[in-house]
C-alpha cells in the first residue's frame, strides 16, 4: 500500500525552508548515482547548520502520533533535504536496502514546496507497470514500501525542496508489516470519526485470508 499522511504543519514548513535560503548545497551524486543524466538533484551539505535543521526535523516528525502509530518504527536514517531546480530530475531507481545502518523498510518523501510553485517535478510510482505521479501539498509525506521502482520527473520551472527518509519498522515480515498498517490507519480513522470503516476492516480480514489460509 501507499499512504499519504499530514506530518508536519505550516509553521514547521516554513521554519524547514528559512534554512533552504542560507544552507550551502552539494551535488546530490554523493548518494546513488554520478551520472547526471539518471541523478541531478542537490543536497544540504551544509558543516554548521545541518545539524541543528536534522534535530528540528526529526523532533517535528515525532510529534506526529499517526506517523509513528502507523509504520512502528524501530530506527529511521537521517533525513536528506534535497532540492530540484530546472531541468533537475531522478530517473527510475529502487532505493538500497540498507541505509545508515538502517533496513529501508518504508520509503518516505515529505514535501516542502507547494504544488504551484514548480511545474514537473512529479514523484512517479511504477506500481504494477502503471506509472503513478504525486504531488503533495507542503507537510505532507508519501510513504511507500522501499523496493517499488519511481523515479522524479524533470522539474520545467521553479523549486521543488523535499526531504527524503527511510525507516526500519519493528515488524520484519513485509507481509504483515502491510496489513498492520492499513489497520492502524483504519484505527486512526476510526478515532476521529473520517468515514464508515466496514468495507476496509473486510478487505483486512481477506488479506488475512489470502496470505495465511491454508485451504
Not at 498492520?180 to 476510526?190: F, H
Given at each position: 500500500?501507499?499512504?499519504?499522511?499530514?506530518?508536519?504543519?505550516?509553521?514547521?514548513?516554513?521554519?524547514?525552508?528559512?534554512?533552504?535560503?542560507?544552507?550551502?548545497?552539494?551535488?546530490?551524486?554523493?548518494?546513488?548515482?554520478?551520472?547526471?543524466?539518471?541523478?541531478?538533484?542537490?543536497?544540504?551539505?551544509?558543516?554548521?547548520?545541518l545539524d541543528s535543521l536534522t534535530e528540528y526535523t526529526d523532533k517535528a516528525f515525532k510529534r506526529c502520533e499517526?506517523?509513528?502509530?502507523?509504520?512502528?518504527?524501530?530506527?529511521?536514517?537521517?533525513?536528506?533535504?534535497?532540492?530540484?531546480?530546472?531541468?533537475?530530475?531522478?530517473?527510475?531507481?529502487?532505493?538500497?536496502?540498507?541505509?545508515?545502518?538502517?533496513?529501508?523498510?518504508?520509503?518516505?518523501?515529505?514535501?516542502?514546496?507547494?504544488?504551484?510553485?514548480?511545474?514537473?517535478?512529479?514523484?512517479?510510482?511504477?506500481?504494477?507497470?502503471?506509472?503513478?505521479?504525486?504531488?503533495?501539498?507542503?507537510?505532507?509525506?508519501?510513504?511507500?514500501?522501499?523496493?517499488?521502482?519511481?523515479?522524479?520527473?524533470?522539474?520545467?520551472?521553479?523549486?521543488?525542496?523535499?526531504?527524503?527518509?527511510?525507516?526500519?519498522?519493528?515488524?520484519?515480515?513485509?507481509?504483515?508489516?502491510?496489513?498492520?498498517?492499513?489497520?492502524?490507519?483504519?484505527?486512526?480513522?476510526?478515532?476521529?470519526?473520517?468515514?464508515?470503516?466496514?468495507?476496509?476492516?473486510?478487505?483486512?480480514r481477506y488479506q488475512i485470508v489470502r496470505e495465511y489460509g491454508q485451504l
Amino acid at each position: 500500500m501507499i499512504y499519504t499522511i499530514n506530518l508536519i504543519d505550516e509553521v514547521t514548513v516554513n521554519s524547514i525552508l528559512e534554512f533552504y535560503k542560507f544552507c550551502s548545497f552539494s551535488d546530490g551524486s554523493i548518494s546513488g548515482s554520478s551520472d547526471k543524466k539518471i541523478k541531478y538533484n542537490e543536497v544540504i551539505d551544509d558543516e554548521i547548520h545541518l545539524d541543528s535543521l536534522t534535530e528540528y526535523t526529526d523532533k517535528a516528525f515525532k510529534r506526529c502520533e499517526q506517523f509513528s502509530y502507523m509504520f512502528t518504527p524501530r530506527a529511521t536514517t537521517l533525513p536528506k533535504f534535497l532540492r530540484y531546480t530546472k531541468g533537475m530530475h531522478y530517473d527510475y531507481h529502487n532505493d538500497f536496502y540498507l541505509i545508515d545502518q538502517v533496513r529501508t523498510d518504508w520509503s518516505c518523501t515529505c514535501f516542502l514546496s507547494s504544488p504551484d510553485d514548480y511545474e514537473g517535478g512529479e514523484l512517479v510510482l511504477n506500481v504494477g507497470n502503471k506509472e503513478v505521479e504525486y504531488k503533495l501539498n507542503p507537510g505532507q509525506v508519501l510513504v511507500y514500501p522501499t523496493g517499488i521502482y519511481h523515479k522524479v520527473n524533470k522539474v520545467l520551472s521553479g523549486e521543488r525542496d523535499v526531504i527524503v527518509f527511510w525507516m526500519e519498522s519493528v515488524i520484519q515480515d513485509s507481509r504483515i508489516r502491510n496489513i498492520l498498517a492499513d489497520y492502524s490507519q483504519l484505527m486512526m480513522n476510526r478515532k476521529n470519526e473520517i468515514y464508515d470503516y466496514h468495507s476496509d476492516f473486510e478487505r483486512i480480514r481477506y488479506q488475512i485470508v489470502r496470505e495465511y489460509g491454508q485451504l
